[in-house]
């Protein structure tokens, strides 16, 4: 398995080691239920996953938004597929801290996204809650043009926001820098 | 149902009574913080299908999403943390009035959309404070909620203050509405930093973070908005308050009503 370099730091960043398991494998093929073309391990959603000589297995994620509704979904999701490769018992923990940035999405994940019509998170500017930064130009991920404009700063699900594209007319999502 | 137990003696032979009273202690604390979010939360649903434009209803029910997950962690927290096996579904739908501990600027009806920007202005420049400073609670849980929380604010903040400006600074009508939302809201953002019901020893432990010290930096945030959006500092005098003791307006009663009816009329329904 190739771990981008972003997704290699992201992960020195958070102080999360993890061995390349057959089970951290399996756990990072699950997709994400609202953009099924990534998986949780190219959001950075996974976190850490251990395994003990007993077979049980322990996968640590971490919600991208405090009330993302997938996480639930995500939970199940992984039980089964784990499940279904094998393991008899599967613990899934949600660990808030530390907290989840779009910086820790790989470069797979940005690629998967932009093809799949939803425009990739910019790079991180920490808010700390001080005021948004503004976003300069977000790329239409349909022509490509970087003449757009936000018409919603929030989106279909809490993760997103609208654009439409100045270009060629059309709407799609962004996915917000966090 | 949460009845302040320091008002009778521990039971004898029970558990430590100093251990027993700082985590009841630390129990309300962190449920006043989930009651705000969660009631407030409730408030943003409102506003589902009834947004002045279809974007608007999104973006309410965004930031009510946000602040029901703020709520959930920490009212399951709450529960851990008072140790007598409630989870966060106990909590949220089976306290009566009473038990809930948020200030009554989040529970009021605000069904005036200019209502509702003036007081997430207010509320998120709080919340942006507040969650700031608990990153560094010397209880993990709660700077945990706090990190996340925090970038979640922001976007509050910005999304009411672009709105306030464009109605303040707008039409001659939607100034005079504006003001008068803001007029309306102002009087309770003293309760916002009441510091009478956090025990001190919470806040010089660093779990807890002394309301008072937040009324600054929230207000630095507030005041040049309302510059910017041609709006006067309202000069009124501040409501009763009483929500941090569990007392409320009679418009809390409705909210939970319609909030916990489901669970209470088919208790451990699952679908």
Excluded at chain 2, 154 to 176: K, N, P
Aim: aromatic residues 6%; negative net charge; proline residues 6%.
């Amino acid at each position: 398995m190739v771990i981008s370099r972003r997704a290699q730091g992201a992960l020195l960043h958070a102080g999360t080691t993890h061995a390349h398991t057959r089970a951290y494998d399996v756990a990072a093929s699950v997709l994400d239920p609202e953009l099924p073309v990534v998986t949780i391990e190219d959001l950075g959603i996974l976190r850490d996953v251990t395994e003990d000589d007993q077979g049980r297995v322990h996968v640590q994620i971490t919600p991208t938004y405090s009330g993302c509704p997938a996480m639930e979904t995500i939970r199940t999701e992984l039980e089964q597929t784990l499940t279904a490769a094998g393991y008899q018992r599967v613990d899934v923990e949600f660990v808030l801290s530390p907290a989840w940035t779009t910086d820790w999405m790989s470069d797979e994940g940005r690629a998967k996204l932009t093809a799949y019509g939803v425009a990739p998170p910019a790079a991180r500017a920490d808010t700390d809650g001080g005021p948004i930064p503004l976003t300069l130009s977000v790329r239409c991920p349909q022509c490509g043009s970087p003449d757009t404009r936000e018409s919603s700063r929030f989106g279909s699900t809490a993760c997103k926001s609208l654009w439409v594209c100045q270009a060629c007319r059309e709407p799609f999502d962004h996915f917000k820098t966090l | 149902m949460i009845t302040p137990r320091d008002s009778s003696p521990p039971p004898r032979g029970g558990p430590d009574p100093t251990t027993d009273l700082a985590s009841q202690h630390r129990f309300e604390y962190v449920v006043a913080l989930a009651d705000d979010a969660l009631i407030s939360a409730q408030r943003m649903g409102w506003w589902i299908s009834r947004g002045p434009q279809l974007e608007e209803d999104v973006a309410l029910a965004n930031i009510g999403l946000d602040q029901l997950g703020q709520a959930r962690t920490l009212l399951a927290h709450a529960g851990e943390v008072e140790g007598a096996g409630r989870g966060e579904d106990d909590l949220a739908y089976l306290r009566d009035e009473r038990d809930f501990r948020n200030v009554h600027l989040v529970e009021r009806d605000q069904s005036d959309f200019g209502v509702a920007m003036a007081r997430l202005l207010l509320f998120s420049a709080y919340h942006a404070e507040l969650y700031a400073a608990l990153r560094s609670s010397t209880d993990q849980t709660l700077a945990g909620v706090a990190g996340k929380a925090v970038k979640e604010v922001a976007y509050h903040l910005d999304h009411a203050r672009q709105w306030v400006l464009r109605l303040g600074d707008g039409t001659e009508e939607s100034h005079r509405r504006m003001q008068a939302a803001l007029d309306t809201e102002w009087r309770y953002l003293d309760e916002l930093f009441d510091d009478s019901w956090v025990a001190p020893e919470l806040i010089d432990e660093g779990v807890a973070v002394d309301p008072a010290s937040l009324r600054e930096p929230a207000l630095a945030r507030v005041l040049p908005v309302l510059r910017e959006a041609t709006l006067t500092v309202p000069e009124v005098l501040p409501a009763v308050g009483g929500g941090r003791r569990g007392l409320h307006t009679e418009q809390l009663g409705y909210l939970l009503a319609e909030m916990q009816h489901l669970t209470r009329s088919h208790p451990g329904a699952t679908w």
